[in-house]
């Protein structure tokens, strides 16, 4: 009888969107569902929204605290996006991955590119679209959280985000939430079972043939 074992490697789960296309929802609701993906926290310079809790969506911070950490190398990555500052604490990954769980990264194509080139094979990006410009614009006045020149912004930056889809793995429609929900969990559920993520699984099966 075999006693060899195997643990899985925990993987960077990375998801991406024009802001409105629903990524935060989906990123919470993959959280609450599944113990073992947990909720990577960005820094932001960005103003709190009415609806945000810090250090629950965000840990709001200064610029010169966001630079003091870029500076000292404790982002994993980092962007400006939309006139602010966002990144990624290391220590919190490095954390989870220790403890063999995985981390789900709800961040835009910038800060996916430098974690992709830091841990490729680690990394599995997913880029989300809304079902159209016209859908995504009546999100973000729905949403009722911004400014209307904030929204005429991200709308015009919405374009180049989109340009970019080609980097990801995945790229889904985020026409009906729960379709997608269901999608997204199918493709963690996958990738979590490719043989390059079974950590000892040769000696477990040097052993089996024995």
């Known amino acids: 009888m075999s006693t060899a074992s195997f643990n899985r490697r925990g993987l960077l789960l990375i998801l991406s969107s024009p802001s409105g296309a629903g990524k935060s929802t989906l990123t919470q609701l993959l ?9 990577s926290i960005s820094v932001t310079t960005r103003e709190k929204r009415g609806s945000e809790v810090n ?17 000292r190398d404790e982002l994993l990555e980092w962007a400006q996006v939309h006139s602010n500052f966002y990144g990624t604490p290391l220590k919190p990954v490095e954390d989870v991955l220790a403890s063999g769980n995985d981390m789900m990264f709800d961040i835009d194509w910038q800060g996916s590119q430098q974690i992709v080139e830091k841990i ?12 159209s410009m016209v859908e995504l614009k009546q999100r973000l ?18 374009r180049e985000e ?19 929900y269901k ?28």
């Open 31 to 39: 959280v609450r569902d599944d113990p073992k993906l947990k909720l």
């Open 141 to 158: 006045e729905r949403r009722a959280e911004d400014k209307a020149d904030v929204i005429a912004r991200r709308l015009k930056n919405a």
């Open 55 to 71: 250090g629950v969506h965000y840990h709001f911070i200064s610029e010169t605290e966001f630079i003091q950490m870029r500076n």
């Open 120 to 131: 490729p094979e680690d990394v599995v990006s997913i880029f989300l679209l809304p079902p």
């Open 183 to 210: 999608q997204l969990r199918t493709i963690i559920q996958v990738e979590r079972m490719r043989r390059s993520r079974q950590n000892g699984l040769p000696a477990f099966i040097n052993e089996l043939l024995k």
């Open 162 to 180: 989109i340009a970019h889809w080609e980097n990801y793995d995945y790229v889904l429609v985020n026409r009906d939430l729960d379709e997608t």
